[in-house]
């Protein structure tokens, strides 16, 4: 149900969607959907809740697996290229329209946003550890926003590859961060 119902919204936005359409596009009926999720805001926002946990996992395992501070940012961009490819038309509507579904849509939002946020602020302290706070903070919020856009970008350019938009990022986040590195890692 929540595949269907994502795709519904990333098709339609959150208002032109309805319980109706969802309920036939999954082959359940319009009081199932109420019963599972109460409404539409609800269904919307259990859409956001496992796309918020999935998207921790995807980052969290591609960068397990790096070899050094370079590796673990191209890593974790082309993990989350790559999310944000398999829900392109989710993730366009939800940043386009954040105030278009219930009130609690713009605080999933930002709650998604501050889990990458603790994780990239993490990894920067990692291997920046000289940095002072506020930079480390700055360049969280930095890779964030650039990121976000950098994503929107994509969805209009159905060329660029996952892989040529975590180049883009990862070299522009490691000329910026390159006076911030520990010695062993620059």
Not at 13 to 42: H, Q, W
Not at 113 to 135: E, K, M
Request: with cysteine; aromatic share 10%; glycine share 8%.
């Amino acid at each position: 149900m929540l595949d269907t119902a994502e795709r519904v919204f990333g098709d339609n936005g959150y208002r032109n969607t309805s319980m109706d359409e969802i309920a036939e596009r999954c082959g359940v009926s319009k009081p199932m959907l109420y019963e599972y999720f109460g409404s539409k805001d609800g269904l919307l926002l259990a859409c956001m809740a496992r796309s918020k946990a999935e998207l921790l996992d995807v980052t969290q395992k591609a960068m397990a697996g790096a070899t050094d501070p370079k590796d673990i940012l191209w890593r974790g961009m082309v993990a989350y290229f790559g999310f944000v490819d398999s829900h392109s038309r989710s993730f366009a509507m939800l940043l386009t329209e954040p105030l278009a579904g219930p009130p609690e849509t713009a605080e999933a939002i930002e709650a998604t946003r501050r889990q990458q946020s603790a994780l990239i602020s993490g990894v920067l302290a990692t291997f920046a550890p000289a940095a002072p706070q506020d930079a480390l903070e700055a360049f969280t919020e930095i890779i964030m926003g650039a990121s976000e856009r950098l994503a929107l970008w994509r969805t209009r350019r159905p060329g660029t590859s996952v892989e040529d938009t975590a180049r883009y990022m990862t070299d522009f986040c490691w000329s910026g961060l390159g006076p911030y590195l520990a010695p062993e890692n620059g």
